[in-house]
């Protein structure tokens, strides 16, 4: 009689506790930010992992990849099957996990790394770190993205349970949380952020003298170790500084990474240099004075760098290959309507 007491015990112990990790799977799905509508961004990192694999070409880095640079028309002009894993405001030791983690799941052939973060040197703020570490799967590389991204405000198990800290979101809850509580919205195309609003730039900035142009060690330290992952799995990685006009690129930061980039044998590409060249119009071409490229800059960037690419790294044309093809002419297809609403 005992033993059946026992298991019965037993059986409504396990009972409870599916219940209640079901409630509290539940409450931290409800509660957290569902990056559908509304900072879209946070969504990016995880839409990856539906599409993870056969990209001959992955970028990283911060806004200046995913709302510039098109694997929609890299694709279309030179059959080259790209992804852009960039994420807001993403630091240079954030790329390097993001692209540590990326290689579990394929080793391209080419790796792009968008020079831009090299200017941070530590954390600037929970929002922008949440939009990049939130929707990461569970490894090694985000535990380690963790502790190396947090500001001193932040904690640790706020990551490993959001509810911790989103359970004030309770009297913020709109339609928004209610609507993709079952499913995600995704939002980007192969990584690339398409925004067609033109607001162009009014003014040019002027350069502020620094007292120090120096880039951090730390940021050295993660250049490294980007270089060193890339030639352990025989990746070619190549550097490249985005067209924007803001923040401002100071020569002494671009003598830097040209400095950097031959000592080890790199190349990099500064666009900011041959704008005119690839047909950039600040008064029709961005959509936000010159931050970032709307879809007729980032079409025009994406083509040129797409010669540059196919003529320079050996990658394969696709669109000869029924099966990519196939996949791809349908991606171009929803593509181009996006484009076209």
């Not at 005992?2 to 931290?28: D, M, P």
């Not at 002009?77 to 240079?92: E, K």
């Not at 996990?97 to 968008?114: A, D, G, R, S, W």
């Not at 029709?284 to 540059?308: A, C, P, R, V, W």
Request: hydrophobic share 35%; aromatic share 14%.
């Amino acid at each position: 009689m005992k033993k059946h007491t026992r298991i019965k015990t037993g059986i409504s112990v396990v009972l409870v506790l599916v219940v209640f990790l079901a409630l509290f799977a539940f409450a931290t799905r409800l509660l957290e930010p569902k990056y559908a509508e509304t900072l879209k961004e946070g969504s990016m990192i995880s839409q990856y992992y539906e599409e993870a694999g056969g990209h001959e070409v992955i970028f990283v880095g911060d806004c200046e990849v995913y709302a510039n640079f098109s694997p929609m028309e890299l694709y279309r002009q030179a059959g080259i099957t790209a992804y852009v894993r960039g994420t807001p405001q993403q630091l240079i030791w954030q790329s390097y996990y993001v692209l540590k983690e990326t290689f579990h799941y394929e080793i391209p052939k080419v790796v792009v790394l968008n020079v831009n973060s090299m200017r941070y040197s530590e954390p600037v703020s929970e929002a922008y770190n949440r939009l990049t570490i939130d929707r990461m799967r569970w490894s090694e590389e985000k535990i380690e993205i963790i502790k190396a991204s947090m500001t001193e405000e932040e904690n640790f198990w706020s990551y490993v349970f959001p509810i911790l800290r989103y359970h004030s979101r309770f009297d913020e809850l709109t339609s928004e949380d209610i609507e993709y509580l079952l499913h995600d919205e995704y939002n980007t195309f192969n990584g690339y952020q398409m925004n067609k609003e033109v607001r162009p730039v009014d003014t040019l900035p002027t350069e502020r003298m620094l007292a120090d142009y120096t880039f951090e060690d730390i940021d050295y330290d993660y250049l490294d170790r980007i270089r060193e992952l890339c030639e352990e799995n025989g990746v070619t990685l190549v550097l490249v500084k985005a067209p924007s006009v803001y923040p401002y690129w100071y020569d002494e930061y671009d003598a830097q990474i040209e400095d950097y980039a031959a000592e080890h044998g790199l190349d990099f590409y500064n666009f900011l240099d041959v704008a005119e060249e690839i047909g950039i119009d600040y008064s029709t071409d961005t959509y936000d004075e010159g931050l970032h490229l709307n879809l007729s800059g980032g079409t025009k960037l994406s083509t040129y760098f797409s010669q540059i690419l196919s003529q320079e790294y050996d990658l394969t044309d696709y669109r000869t290959d029924e099966e990519v093809s196939a996949i791809y002419d349908e991606k171009l297809a929803q593509y181009d309507a996006a484009a076209a609403e």
